[in-house]
């Protein structure tokens, strides 16, 4: 088994209590998606998956969990935008596939923003925790995209198809309370317990009854898989389909150079 490196994007670590951590690592870029960290998120997940312990907890190292795809990698690419944006999807996407898949439970701890694809991450776990600083905001439409990572899927499963629409078409931001309300995520707790908090659900987790955890779990996610397997392609598909647009492409351009300017 390789072990990951402090400079690795993604990491794993591997706790006494039967935890295995997988580490989002890359906070000076708002751990956001380009392909190389997508391609890391998959690996270790694929990883994760072979030999997941008794729980798994998702995190991320900085202030903001993750910011979703890396425009500043998107932009500038021309006829190879839609390209380069279907293998950064389909990486991810193999990623929340194999996490949405595992047997044993999923904690995940959210803090600071969790964009883009950052909320199909986010919410791929069994458990979500929130700490209150979190601000969860879809953004795709905003540059003439469509979500990825499955948030097309996860959101009007968790909170319906009127409230998933408001997310995703108007762009709602919501915080971790507004999160909680909602249904969005398990609990919202204050920024300064949520490695804490996390750490001890998954631990106690990890330390409970394995087989009938996962037993439960199973039902819970009986026959879902391939259905988002499906849907993650289609997601991939309509995501490149319209990166290779110029809306889009003058959208994160005219994006990047506000941001450039504050």
């Known amino acids: 088994m390789r072990p990951t490196a402090s400079s690795d994007p993604v990491r794993i670590v591997r706790h006494p209590e039967g935890v295995v951590e997988l580490r989002l690592n890359d906070p000076g870029r708002g751990n956001a998606l380009d392909l190389r960290t997508a391609e890391a998120l998959r690996d270790a997940a694929f990883e994760v998956t072979a030999h997941p312990g008794g729980a798994v907890l998702l995190r991320a190292t900085g202030g903001s969990f993750c910011v979703g795809g890396d425009l500043r990698a998107f932009a500038g690419r021309g006829r190879e935008t839609g390209s380069y944006v279907h293998a950064v999807a389909s ?20 803090r600071g923003a969790a964009a883009g694809g950052g909320v199909g991450l986010a919410l791929v776990g069994d458990i979500v925790l929130a700490a209150r600083s979190t601000r969860f905001r879809l953004a795709y439409t905003a540059i003439a995209l469509t979500p990825d990572c499955g948030a ?55 330390a409970g009854a394995g087989e009938a955890l996962r037993a439960a779990k199973g039902l819970l996610r009986a026959g879902d898989g391939e259905d988002l397997r499906r849907h993650l392609a289609d997601e991939a598909r309509s995501i490149a389909a319209l990166a290779d647009g110029r809306e889009a492409q003058d959208r994160m351009a005219s994006f990047l150079a506000a941001k450039s300017v504050s």
């Open 152 to 206: 097309s899927w996860l959101l009007p499963r968790l909170v319906g198809p009127r409230r998933a629409a408001d997310l995703i078409l108007a762009n709602r931001v919501l915080t971790g309370d507004d999160a909680e309300r909602w249904g969005l995520v398990s609990r919202c707790v204050d920024d300064g317990e949520l490695d804490e908090t996390a750490h001890r659900t998954a631990a106690d987790l990890a």
């Open 91 to 110: 990486a991810a996407h193999a990623a929340i596939q194999a996490l949405y898949d595992l047997p044993v439970p999923l904690v995940t701890a959210v």
